[in-house]
């Protein structure tokens, strides 16, 4: 007898944090491995953030926050969505969460229905499509590749929508792929969505200030569809806290009220001194924010030049995030000391165990023909990866 639920055993274990535990355990055995599996920045949280989160001990905010988050954050990152992205939310509209990850989950869970649809350009977050499923929906993919930056068509969204189509959810910038969705080429998104008035959009803009292009754009500042988009986002990735889980939803208010409601029998409120850290990271200004940026455009330029110069890895630029999303398929079928390796999963941790670096199989983001490669770490540490993954691919015959 089987004592755990369908919905726990449709589930599939998060292909990055399974990575991360095998990485882990080679070097609790004494290996030296480079992690490039995590999506994590490996700068310090700033200071001025971290001080807010000592006052506010000191202050006593110790106590059960309101479920959505507290009135002051909420209308401190609606004013952050106001001056930075030129959107119009009003605090009512905004559910803080334990992390976006949960932001997300809060809002698939309020808007899809068993049998109901969700489109979903590939490669996608793993989280994606296992969040569908726990709603019992249906993941449609519309797939990309590397030699279009990983960014689909409005003709390929047209193709993909029928009439139980309930949901798009994609990021911008991407997770796994680095891609950046210009003002032009939402815009073309958008002319397809007025088509189809019923279909909501949810944009994980999570990565939105750490990009390479002139100006990230939100989807919602189309103001023909902003009414139906949900934007996920929070403070993990630019201001590197991700210990601190803090995310938020920004939504229409019927959208908004019913996370708030949902969130209020699962978790509630988000942790108070997480919560005054977050007033102190949205008011705090970007000076912090941009010297992250930098130095990872920098990285991004050493691992670009490294990644172009290995034989048989096809890679493009990517224009945000600090990813990688390479195209390794002329390795497939290679062998090495007897071990055939036939996909993207088989060799990253073929990686793992000659290299010595922990990269994540493509598979699990829809895209089995690929790996990613996280560049949020120290330039000298991912020289020294290209170098060993360079070495190691060089064995396969």
Not at 8 to 14: G, M, V
Not at 107 to 135: D, F, H, M, Q, R
Request: charge should be negative; hydrophobic fraction near 40%; charged fraction near 25%.
């Amino acid at each position: 007898m089987n004592a755990l639920s369908d919905r726990i055993n449709n589930l599939s274990e998060s292909a990055t944090i399974k990575m991360a535990k095998l990485g882990r355990e080679l070097s609790a055995k004494g290996v030296d491995v480079i992690s490039l599996s995590f999506g994590e920045p490996d700068f310090h949280t700033p200071e001025h953030i971290k001080t807010a989160a000592k006052e506010a001990m000191d202050q006593n905010y110790t106590y059960y926050t309101p479920v959505a988050g507290y009135p002051e954050l909420r209308k401190a990152i609606a004013n952050k969505l106001k001056v930075e992205n030129g959107l119009d939310y009003d605090a009512s509209q905004i559910v803080v969460s334990t992390g976006a990850k949960q932001a997300i989950a809060n809002a698939l869970l309020c808007l899809v229905n068993p049998g109901e649809e969700v489109i979903i350009p590939t490669p996608y977050w793993v989280s994606y499509s296992e969040v569908v499923k726990l709603t019992e929906g249906t993941s449609v993919f519309i797939n990309s590749t590397v030699e279009n930056n990983f960014k689909i068509t409005p003709e390929q969204l047209e193709a993909a929508i029928t009439p139980k189509t309930k949901l798009f959810m994609f990021s911008s910038p991407c997770n796994p792929t680095g891609s950046v969705y210009s003002e032009e080429e939402l815009a073309g998104l958008v002319k397809v969505f007025e088509k189809y008035p019923n279909i909501y959009i949810l944009s994980d803009e999570i990565y939105e200030h750490i990009n390479f292009v002139e100006k990230c754009v939100s989807i919602a500042s189309f103001p023909s569809v902003k009414d139906r988009v949900v934007i996920i986002n929070g403070f993990s990735k630019a201001y590197a806290m991700t210990g601190w889980r803090i995310g938020y939803s920004a939504s229409n208010k019927e959208i908004a009220a019913a996370c708030d409601k949902l969130q209020g029998q699962i978790t509630s409120g988000t942790c108070s001194i997480t919560q005054r850290a977050g007033i102190a990271a949205a008011e705090g200004g970007l000076e912090s924010v941009h010297e992250m940026r930098t130095a990872f455009r920098k990285r991004r330029d050493i691992v670009y030049d490294l990644l172009k110069n290995i034989d048989g890895v096809k890679v493009n630029l990517p224009e945000g995030a600090f990813y990688f999303f390479p195209d390794v398929t002329s390795f497939f079928g290679k062998s090495y000391n007897g071990k055939t390796y036939n996909d993207a999963d088989e060799l990253s941790i073929f990686l793992l165990e000659e290299a010595h670096v922990a990269t994540v199989g493509g598979d699990s983001f829809g895209d089995p023909k690929s790996i990613r490669i996280s560049y949020a770490a120290s330039e000298e540490k991912l020289i020294e990866a290209m170098s060993r993954i360079k070495n190691a691919l060089a064995k396969l015959q």
